[in-house]
């Protein structure tokens, strides 16, 4: 079975420039979440998908965050503009449902200049 | 308001000892748990969860977790560490709706020879 697949799995770009990730689940996996890492910190919950539905969005910053899952399998998480503090660690993870274990991706690692 | 809280950002531990990593968590309803391992350069692997049931959860590599609801406390343990079990660990906890899904900061895990 394949994993979570990400890409790209680096970037660097300047602050005020735009970027995005692109993640795809496991198959048939329902529930697709995005993660922020920062260096030294546990991952935090962006967002979170239901097939093609937003479950919770709380946590995104949505005057520069966006994210879309259309036709409920890929997803891709933008940032515009960039600041120096969205350099991190983006990680895709996926589950057959919520309450489900999330199967995670190797990550982007995004560096903000 | 939720949280997760791991006191020790560090831990060095003798190849062979036995391992306690501690995990606190603050949490309004009735929570899920999971314990996940980070490898360098690799993705979150699920060591093990906790959703009802037994207190004492058992999960790969020989891990096992107790959850303490009076204690509000889901430490993780291992009778005998083994070099490979070096890494980055992080409890999480989680509703039963499934959202709302939060990190602690990790624990840094050292094994020495």
């Known amino acids: 079975e394949a994993g979570v697949a990400q890409s790209p799995r680096y970037k660097i770009i300047e602050k005020r420039q735009s970027v995005a990730f692109w993640c795809n689940p496991i198959s048939g996996h329902a529930t697709l979440y995005w993660y922020q890492q920062i260096l030294g910190q546990g991952p935090k919950l962006l967002i979170q998908?239901?097939?093609?539905?937003?479950?919770?969005d709380s946590q995104l910053p949505k005057d520069r965050f966006s994210a879309e899952r259309l036709k409920g399998v890929d997803s891709t998480l933008k940032i515009q503009p960039a600041k120096l503090e969205d350099s991190a660690v983006y990680l895709c993870a996926s589950s057959l449902a919520v309450q489900y274990e999330q199967y995670f991706g190797p990550g982007t690692r995004l560096t903000v200049t | 308001a939720q949280s997760v809280t791991q006191p020790d950002i560090h831990i060095t531990v003798s190849e062979g000892a036995s391992l306690e990593l501690r995990c606190n968590y603050s949490?309004?309803?009735?929570?899920?748990l999971f314990w996940y391992v980070q490898s360098p350069g690799q993705g979150l692997q699920l060591l093990l969860k906790y959703f009802s049931g037994d207190t004492l959860v058992q999960g790969i590599k020989g891990f096992e977790a107790e959850f303490k609801r009076s204690q509000s406390s889901f430490n993780l343990r291992k009778p005998s560490v083994h070099w490979s079990d070096a890494a980055e660990y992080f409890c999480?906890?989680?509703?039963?709706?499934?959202?709302?899904?939060?990190f602690g900061t990790g624990t840094s895990l050292t094994v020495i020879p």
């Open positions: 949490y309004g309803a009735t929570p899920y």
């Open positions: 999480a906890v989680g509703s039963n709706t499934g959202n709302q899904f939060y």
């Open positions: 998908f239901q097939n093609n539905g937003v479950v919770d």
